[in-house]
């Protein structure tokens, strides 16, 4: 690379990229870093290639982590979690002001339902007290969101409600992977005619788990039962409304898989007006592994969702981008885990006649749509 291409690779602060110098000297991100961060196990003639490049670019240099950690006047990182912070959000914001505080990193928090309807977003580009954001499940449309892109702006949104523009930073759960793990034990355990409550529409979650649902029914050649299909508010509330509906149905579903635990704990509970016995009459399953889900009688079977782990690499991946690093990957998910407690069972023997009624011939094709979403394309694979 020619001395003067090194500076095509900038951040949008006008300083040149690790990469780029990387680039130039021919040596890796990982020594770049080691030499401008003052870090040992660097050959002297190494030391100086960098140390060349770096003092012809003066001030438009990374700056070293140590040199910007001794700043006193460094801006915080602005977090907006625009939702009470119960055990869910509470569990990723924390992880994210521990993960700022050990980088020598102030937060500054907008949360609560308060704030929903804030324009905050829009103008994070103009403000002056902040450097860069979190922003979890945001509520804001995808323009907002494609401003902030054509900005430049560093940040980083966690559990995304839609699907990101391009070149947006973003992490979530494995909520596809999840779903289908979650309804793969379900139908281990006998269990054809399932229910499920999921979130809003148009939720990108939403979608991503009904594919998920979708794809363990079809391994088993089951096909989805739309009729069997409701949607809402991720509270328990929705569980008592929709779940009854489920359980209202006749012949009734064996099984009901949930948006989240809230929504299971609302299904326990219109399980147990109906004198249904969980899991001998009816098992529920729940989303996320939140702290409710070991707190009910039975306790739920769930999916666990990596929060922290979400809130901390949401950080790593911000300080990278204030750093002047790009990013290999611009989306990730983090792997979900199922855990297996006491609210499902074997599908009750007297339910089992009518498996015919959502089994598919054996010769029937896979659906590669969502039938609940009026066409929209679903991420099964079967």
């Not at 990182?77 to 990723?92: A, E, K, M, N, S």
């Not at 099984?255 to 009459?281: H, I, S, T, Y």
């Not at 922290?308 to 002047?324: C, D, F, K, N, Y």
């Amino acid at each position: 690379m020619k001395q003067d291409q090194v500076s095509d690779l900038v951040t949008d602060t006008g300083r040149v990229t690790v990469r780029a110098i990387a680039a130039e000297t021919g040596l890796s991100i990982a020594t770049v870093s080691r030499v401008l961060n003052g870090g040992d196990n660097v050959a002297p003639d190494t030391r100086d290639r960098v140390r060349r490049v770096v003092e012809r670019l003066g001030d438009r240099a990374p700056q070293p982590r140590r040199e910007a950690a001794a700043r006193g006047t460094r801006r915080p990182v602005f977090v907006r979690c625009p939702y009470l912070l119960t055990d869910y959000f509470g569990h990723i914001v924390t992880s994210i002001a521990e993960m700022l505080a050990l980088h020598g990193q102030g937060m500054l928090l907008d949360a609560g339902d308060a704030v929903v309807g804030s324009n905050v977003v829009r103008e994070l580009p103009r403000r002056r007290d902040a450097r860069g954001a979190v922003l979890i499940l945001p509520p804001e449309s995808r323009a907002d969101l494609e401003s902030l892109v054509a900005r430049h702006y560093p940040l980083v949104v966690v559990d995304p409600r839609i699907a990101v523009p391009a070149g947006m930073v973003s992490i979530s759960a494995a909520h596809f992977g999840g779903a289908r793990a979650v309804t793969r034990h379900l139908i281990e355990l006998g269990h054809r005619r399932i229910g499920v409550i999921t979130g809003p529409p148009y939720w990108h979650t939403r979608d991503d788990r009904v594919g998920g649902h979708l794809a363990a029914l079809a391994e088993a050649g089951v096909l989805g039962d739309p009729g069997l299909m409701r949607f809402g508010e991720p509270a328990a509330a929705t569980g008592v409304s929709a779940g009854g509906e489920l359980l209202d149905l006749r012949p009734r579903p064996t099984a009901v898989v949930c948006f989240n635990d809230k929504v299971a704990v609302g299904v326990l509970e219109a399980a147990a007006a109906r004198g249904l016995r969980v899991p001998a009459d009816l098992s529920v399953v729940g989303f996320d592994d939140i702290d409710v889900s070991r707190a009910t009688t039975p306790r739920l079977t769930t999916v666990r969702q990596p929060l922290q782990e979400m809130g901390r690499t949401a950080v790593t991946m911000l300080l990278r981008q204030l750093e002047g690093h790009t990013h290999e990957a611009l989306s990730m998910e983090l792997e979900t885990r199922l855990v297996i407690r006491d609210s499902t069972g074997l599908a009750p023997a007297a339910n089992l006649g009518h498996r015919c009624i959502t089994e598919a011939p054996r010769w029937a094709p896979v659906i590669h749509r969502c039938p609940y979403f009026a066409g929209r394309p679903s991420r099964m694979t079967g």
